[in-house]
């Protein structure tokens, strides 16, 4: 679908340049611009297409004040004459002397800007019925599962959420898991995974880092055999060691041994308490044997927003309800790696929260930066706006990305879409 769309959108375009063409031409005539420099000098000449108008002319304004010019563009715009008659101090400004917009060119632009909107919405409806068909074509676990956003916090029993679904299964429910709040413990085991593979490039070769019980004593080794070779290191490497690697240490890099060993230590330790804790149920995914099955289950809990919010069916049969009591809300679960798995406990409003307060910082971000370049061209020069463009363009993308990390998501493609709007 993507070179799909790609060319049909150059087809699109190719049509408004071609419904451009008298605009064009008009614009590029003696009769917009009559200034015969502009076919001269290379860099007029590239502009003479456009509605750039290179014909000026100094005029008398009077009530104009210098104030008003107070920038870097007030002698090129701006000055004061004599006037040979009477003697007097004039005011002049400089002026352009082509025609303001004209009637024929409006209706030119409002007929591209229609070619394009009805081309545009157009594509739209076909994208969306070739994307049904593919999707129809291509089948993939989002067809047979469904997702549960607001289950009951006490509600861990596969068992009783698969006989739920059975109900409205053709066949019967394949699998159901319960996603359960408990990030922080699945965090924590993940650290435990980096850091042990980073102890297993540590040690010598053939250890069984899974023992361990053994690894006290491996490490303890390993760690005596350092020492031994470190002090007979050069008097640079002893030097670096003692500046240089203190430093990387303290940021989290270059540590030995010993000091990752200690950290699992204290990792299992932590785990050890997480397990012990109780976690609610945060999501459920349910897997159809077929099809169907997923579609009448999705058509059966069809509720309105109210009635999840409100926790009232008002037209929905009472076998829809989980428990008898509970609306759920259900939807088309997304592709396992498309599921932002820590993410998953955050209730709607604490999203909604963290994307609003992103939001506010990213607008006020932008209104500095646009308040910051107008200055800079205003009182400063071109040259040095040209370059805080360049830079603005650059950075204000990447603090973007590092306020999007700080947003929670359950799906990756809400936050691409997140992060989509703020650096456009």
């Not at 009530?63 to 870097?72: A, D, L």
């Not at 980096?194 to 069984?208: A, C, F, I």
């Not at 008002?314 to 088309?332: H, K, M, Q, W, Y």
Request: with cysteine; glycine share 4%.
């Amino acid at each position: 679908m993507y070179f799909s769309t790609l060319s049909s959108f150059v087809v699109i375009f190719l049509l408004a340049g071609i419904l451009s063409i008298p605009n064009i031409v008009y614009y590029s005539s003696d009769q917009y611009d009559p200034n015969p420099n502009r076919r001269i000098n290379f860099s007029l000449r590239v502009l003479q297409f456009s509605t750039i108008c290179t014909s000026r002319e100094w005029v008398k304004c009077d009530g104009c004040e210098q104030e008003t010019w107070n920038n870097i563009f007030t002698n090129e715009y701006f000055g004061n004459a004599t006037d040979p008659i009477t003697g007097e101090s004039v005011t002049l400004i400089n002026r352009t002397t082509c025609l303001p917009a004209q009637y024929t060119q409006g209706m030119w632009n409002f007929g591209v800007l229609f070619l394009l909107i009805v081309c545009i919405t157009a594509y739209n409806i076909y994208l969306s019925k070739l994307e049904i068909r593919w999707d129809e074509d291509n089948t993939s676990a989002p067809d047979y599962s469904l997702i549960v956003m607001n289950p009951p916090k006490n509600a861990k029993d596969p068992d009783e959420w698969k006989g739920f679904f059975d109900t409205f299964s053709d066949k019967h429910v394949t699998l159901v898991t319960v996603a359960l709040g408990n990030d922080e413990l699945l965090n924590t085991l993940v650290a435990k995974r980096r850091d042990m593979k980073t102890l297993r490039g540590l040690l010598p070769k053939g250890v069984n880092i899974s023992d361990e019980e053994a690894l006290d004593g491996i490490v303890l080794n390993e760690h005596n055999r350092r020492l031994a070779e470190e002090k007979q290191r050069s008097c640079f490497a002893k030097l670096a060691g003692i500046t240089i690697t203190p430093l990387l240490r303290a940021l989290g890099f270059c540590l030995t041994e010993d000091v990752i060993w200690k950290r699992v230590k204290a990792t299992n330790t932590k785990i050890k308490e997480l397990e012990q804790k109780e976690y609610d149920v945060s999501v459920v995914f349910v897997t159809f044997e077929t099809e169907q099955g997923q579609r009448t289950a999705l058509e059966a809990m069809n509720f309105s927003q109210v009635e999840v919010f409100t926790n009232t069916a008002i037209t929905a049969d009472p076998s829809a309800l989980f428990r008898g009591n509970t609306v759920l809300n259900c939807c088309e679960a997304a592709d396992p790696d498309a599921i932002r798995w820590n993410d998953l406990k955050c209730t709607t409003f604490e999203i909604c929260i963290r994307q609003l307060l992103t939001f506010g910082v990213t607008c006020a971000l932008v209104g500095l930066s646009g308040y910051v370049l107008f200055l800079t061209r205003i009182k400063v020069s071109t040259t040095i706006f040209s370059i805080i463009l360049s830079a603005t363009n650059s950075l204000v993308p990447m603090i973007v990305r590092i306020l999007v990390s700080y947003e929670k998501h359950r799906r990756e493609g809400a936050m691409q879409v997140s992060l989509y709007v703020k650096v456009t």
